[in-house]
């Protein structure tokens, strides 16, 4: 390659959903100096096709694939292939997940409804090494960083807070009912939490849910000491 000829910047899109993966793929793709080099659906064709030596230089990462969790990928990923630039794709930039996303590596987050010019601004400093962060975003994961290995892992970061407390209450056996008044909430809240944690986490049943809690260590100790959350 001669100096005067940059090479393409190319970008890998794992997204779970076709729409949004093929207008951004669209859109980098009209950019100058970038170029899309893989699109896959999820956390198992993802980790196959990285697998096979796939080269790429920024990775867009859904973080709740239909299959898995973005921000467990992004671990994987980089443990793997440390010179990866992530920049994990999310609804809200105050999801919990952000900021477990970027103490798994990723350098930043780009929200899916950000304009082209700011997904443009967005890739190419991840690209160049920058972090791209809001101010409440970094605030927390510094605390992180500073507080070191101190810090607990955050069992499912796709989950909300409130979603874990209820999967936690869960995971002690209580119901609708008992979870309900422990958090002060209503019964219906807490059936259509219970519904979006099980959709999240891809679960058939409460019972698969209890299951997979209890694995991640939720269920243990006093329910009684759950009391009512700010969000």
Do not use: C, W
Request: glycine residues 8%.
């Amino acid at each position: 390659m001669s100096e005067g000829a940059a090479a393409a910047l190319r970008v890998t899109l794992i997204d779970d959903h076709p729409v949004f993966r093929i207008g951004m793929a669209a859109l980098l793709d009209s950019l100058e100096g970038i170029t899309v080099v893989g699109q896959v659906p999820g956390f198992a064709a993802a980790r196959e096709l990285f697998a096979e030596g796939h080269e790429t230089d920024v990775v867009l990462m859904d973080i709740d694939l239909g299959d898995g969790s973005g921000v467990d990928l992004t671990r994987d990923l980089l443990r793997d292939r440390p010179d990866l630039r992530v920049l994990v794709v999310t609804m809200h930039e105050d999801d919990d997940a952000v900021v477990a996303a970027v103490r798994a590596g990723a350098r930043g987050y780009l929200v899916k409804s950000s304009p082209p010019d700011a997904v443009e601004r967005a890739v190419r400093a991840v690209a160049a090494g920058e972090m791209i962060l809001s101010p409440a975003v970094a605030e927390r994961a510094m605390a992180y960083v500073l507080g070191g290995q101190r810090a607990a892992r955050v069992p499912f970061p796709q989950l909300t807070a409130r979603e874990r407390e209820v999967l936690d209450l869960l995971a002690h056996g209580l119901d609708n009912t008992a979870i309900a008044r422990r958090l002060t909430l209503s019964p219906k809240t807490v059936r259509n939490t219970v519904a979006t944690v099980l959709a999240k986490l891809s679960l058939r049943d409460r019972s698969a849910a209890i299951v997979r809690a209890r694995a991640e260590g939720l269920g243990g100790g006093d329910p009684a000491a759950s009391g009512p959350s700010d969000s």
